[in-house]
């Protein structure tokens, strides 16, 4: 815990960038906060956002007891110790009556806290829940997937060191992504050798710096990028000595390619066919590129083709395994699942990607009398009825079931939905950290030690998990007694005592992560007793991967090697390179059925095909307007900040849109409109923006929450996006709904 004066190491939870800080608290609040030097990633960067978090630890809407919901639907306090029999005592019940894999678990971290749900995986267990879901199935999933199928693994950015940076659907100015964008983007934009392509149909703060800025019609990305594709193929700049060396046969991809239309394609998608073609040269020609996208293709019609097409711009022509290009790290702790998971949904029988439901087929899996129909939910630090497609059938489909947890810090859209909320220490009153990981050639992991006591009345989530795993009947204190005597004396006594638990005992293997946090984490003290599982991650680490831990600088051999390296996590809570690569450690972290990139993805390769019979745009008559609906912006972050004080501008999050869509209308900034799509219909204040194109307009992510003024009155502040967009427009392989590309009507209000 921190005093007063004294300057604490600690990381921004905003966004996955998770910049290292140093602060001063004093009296349960932040008091001075500063870009830390001393972190190996960010080196003392950080954007304004940082800048509010006294709004993320102190608020109103803080939970600070257990609480249980009513007949009437009102809730009421109730103790930790009812809490906890209740909760384990119902989920039990449905587990006996229905079968476990009828308790459906989302949610288990945001963008600064991993380890409640690697801690649930005990409860998980515990209940013999079977299916899951996260953030991460509405926007990564297709992804991933592809990622999986080229690499067998998740190649980053470079971009410090890229020749060529490219951006699709991806605006790091506002969103980040990737340590210390902002210097990173200014510097490429600056040297005359370096170039930076941005796709966007919006000028973003990142186009105004690019040297070629694709202003696309939205939707038309995967014209776009074919349409370079077969530039890069007629033009030669193909990398063949690569693709010979490390790729699979794409004959079936060049025959597809082939078929492309260039100068059609350009027009589809509303560009110059010649701006089209000398960014694909820029990326032929290159020495080094690295490549983003994000939810502008991710969240877009044809997300997960997007995504293919985005993966084969950089892996023909090579720039794979190189400085400035995208190279494999390494993870300590797991943030996504196996990706060999043939299972599909219960219900609907949607492909299930690393481990994830997807989010849009959440509702129709409850919604059902289908007997496999999810019965119960199990929601941990996410807030799925503000977050996901389509909230008010969310809200149903909470409604129907039998029973909804919710743990959360605050009183959220989600928890008014539950049954049981169980309140949790903020991520500064606990041993927290993040799993996003990949950082290459360096790798860097940093463990958050906790900031402020925990709130009185809240616990932690290794906390909850091991009261409920007890309650379970998953373990008793006496099976633990000789894992705690080891762990007492030593962490080289504890492991061989753990290995051995492990392996004889399945009742124990089954809640592995409560097991570490009841023994070895006990023994680290309360503050730190959470850190148990990262011990358990660096032994993980070191066996997988113990050249590249030597490589940073650590000695020994296996546990002993992650003994150490378990130490210096602890000791460093301005984070610790853990791993450090040679470049072409990327070609061993291939890890297809035969070592080679696959380039061909038959069901992908069908859709680019199909491509040459669809005319965007889609706006229609009745809904002439592209809307999408979650903008990053300066004052925006997920739903981290509930109040809204912390917003210096545009405090109710305006509706964007062109200059010339304004005078149409008959708008000015600061005017109403009414925004209408086939879901819903909301008010907003307009902003006019040159930025925009005309027919696009935009609201930001993460408004529309409700907070109390200081009468108490609850009030929206804002426009919650969801209300608007439905489940059903959505990707065909991944499901990911196409929140960048909903149709939207747009009325004047006088
Ligand atoms: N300030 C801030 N930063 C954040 C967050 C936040 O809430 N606020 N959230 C974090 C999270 S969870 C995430 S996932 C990331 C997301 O980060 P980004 O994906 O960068 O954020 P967005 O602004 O949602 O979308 C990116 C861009 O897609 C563009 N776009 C819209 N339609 C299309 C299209 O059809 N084609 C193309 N090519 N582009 C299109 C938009 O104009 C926008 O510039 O941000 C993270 N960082
Ligand atoms: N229309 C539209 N919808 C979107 C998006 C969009 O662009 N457009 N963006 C999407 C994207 S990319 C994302 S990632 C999601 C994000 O949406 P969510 O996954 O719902 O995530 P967050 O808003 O980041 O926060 C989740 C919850 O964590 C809680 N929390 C914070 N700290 C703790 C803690 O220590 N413990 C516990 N137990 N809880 C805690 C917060 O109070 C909050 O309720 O939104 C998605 N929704
Ligand atoms: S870039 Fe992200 S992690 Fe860094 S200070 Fe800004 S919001 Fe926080
Ligand atoms: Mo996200």
Redo the contacts with the bound molecule.
């Keep these: 815990m921190a005093g007063p004066g004294e300057w604490k190491s600690t990381a921004c939870i ?3 960038t998770n910049c290292g800080l140093q602060v001063q608290v004093e009296d349960g609040h932040f008091k001075k906060i500063k870009g830390d030097k001393t972190n190996p990633r960010s080196k003392g960067y950080v954007c304004e ?1 940082q800048a509010g978090l006294d709004h993320y630890q102190n608020h109103a809407d803080r939970l600070t007891t257990p609480l249980r919901r009513r007949e009437d639907g009102s809730f009421e306090a109730i103790d930790w110790d009812t809490a906890i029999r209740e909760v384990a005592g119902k989920l039990a019940q449905i587990r006996d009556t229905h079968g476990g894999s009828k308790i459906f678990y989302y949610g288990g971290g945001g ?1 600064g806290n991993h380890l409640g749900g690697a801690y649930s995986g005990a409860t998980r267990r515990a209940l013999d829940m079977r299916y899951s879901s996260n ?1 991460l199935a509405q ?1 990564k999933t297709g992804e991933f997937w592809v990622e999986r199928q080229m690499f067998g693994g998740r190649p980053e950015p470079d971009f410090e060191h890229a020749e060529v940076a490219v951006f ?5 100015w ?4 990737f340590e210390r964008a902002r210097p990173i983007l200014r510097a490429i934009a600056k040297d005359p050798n370096r170039h930076m392509i941005v ?4 000028r ?1 703060e ?1 186009a105004d710096l690019a040297d070629v800025f694709l202003q ?1 019609v ?4 995967a014209f776009v990028l074919a349409a370079m594709l077969r530039v890069l193929l007629d033009e030669g700049m193909t990398d063949q000595a690569f693709l010979a060396a490390h790729a699979s046969d794409g004959q079936a991809l060049f025959d597809a390619i082939a078929t492309v239309p260039i100068a059609d394609y350009c027009e589809r998608a509303g560009l110059p066919e010649e701006l089209v073609r000398k960014a694909a040269r820029l990326i032929g020609g290159a020495e080094s590129v690295a490549i983003l996208e ?8 044809h997300s997960t083709l997007n995504s293919y097409l985005e993966k084969l711009l950089y892996a023909l022509t090579g720039n794979i395994g190189r400085p400035g290009t995208m190279n494999l790290g390494t993870h300590l702790g797991k943030l996504i699942g196996a990706g060999k998971d043939n299972r599909t949904s219960p219900v609907g029988g949607h492909k299930i990607i690393t481990g994830l439901i997807p989010c849009n087929a959440i509702p129709d899996e409850i919604l059902t009398d289908h007997p496999d129909r999810f019965r119960a939910m199990f929601i941990e630090s996410g807030n799925p009825v503000h977050s996901l497609a389509d909230s008010p059938r969310m809200r149903e489909a909470l409604d129907a079931l039998e029973c909804v947890v919710v743990i959360d810090v605050a009183m959220t859209e989600t928890a008014r939905h539950a049954d049981y909320i169980l309140p949790a220490a903020s991520q500064y009153e606990k041993v927290e950290t993040t799993f996003f990981g990949g950082g290459f050639p360096d790798n860097t992991f940093l463990l958050r030690q906790p900031l402020f006591p925990a709130l009185k009345g809240t616990l932690t989530e290794p906390e909850i998990h091991s009261r409920l795993c007890r309650a379970l009947g998953a373990f008793e204190d006496a099976d633990l007694e000789s894992l705690r005597e080891a762990a007492e004396e030593s962490l080289e006594r504890f492991g061989p005592v753990f290995l051995q638990a492990m392996t004889r005992e399945p009742k124990l293997a089954a809640i592995m992560p409560v097991v570490l946090y009841e023994t070895l984490g006990r023994s680290l003290g309360e503050d730190l007793a959470g850190a148990a599982l990262i011990w358990g991650a660096c032994q993980s680490l070191v066996a997988e991967q113990p050249d590249s831990v030597r490589r940073a600088g650590f000695e020994g051999e296996g546990p002993a090697l992650g003994n150490t390296l378990f130490r210096a996590i602890l000791d460093n809570a301005n984070g610790v390179v853990i791993t450090s690569d040679p470049y072409e450690m990327t070609m061993d972290r291939i890890k297809t059925d035969d070592g080679r990139i696959e380039l061909v993805i038959a069901e992908l390769i069908q859709e680019l095909v199909d491509l040459i019979d669809e005319q965007p745009p889609r706006a229609t008559d009745d809904y002439p307007f592209i809307l ?1 609906a ?5 004052s ?3 739903t981290i900040f509930r109040d809204p004080s912390w917003r210096r501008k545009d405090a109710q999050g305006a509706m964007r849109l062109s200059p010339g869509d304004a005078e149409r209308l008959g708008v000015e900034t600061g005017g109403r409109v009414r925004i209408s799509t086939k879901r819903g219909s909301v008010e907003a204040f307009v902003e006019v923006n040159d930025t925009l194109r005309d027919g696009h307009i ?1 609201i930001p ?2 408004y529309g929450l409700e907070y109390p003024d200081s009468d108490g009155k609850r009030t929206i502040h804002g426009i919650p996006p969801n209300e608007l967009t439905s489940t059903e427009d959505r990707d065909w392989l991944a499901l990911t709904p196409w929140h ?2 909903v149709r939207a009507r747009v009325e004047a209000i006088v």
């Design positions: 905003l966004c996955s956002k963008q953030a926007e699709v659907g991806k605006n790091p506002q969103s980040h992504g796709i966007d149909p919006r973003t990142s696309v939205p939707g038309t990305d994000d939810l502008g293709i991710e969240m877009a019609p999408a979650g903008e990053r912006r300066t925006t972050a997920n935009t992510n993460g960048k590309h």
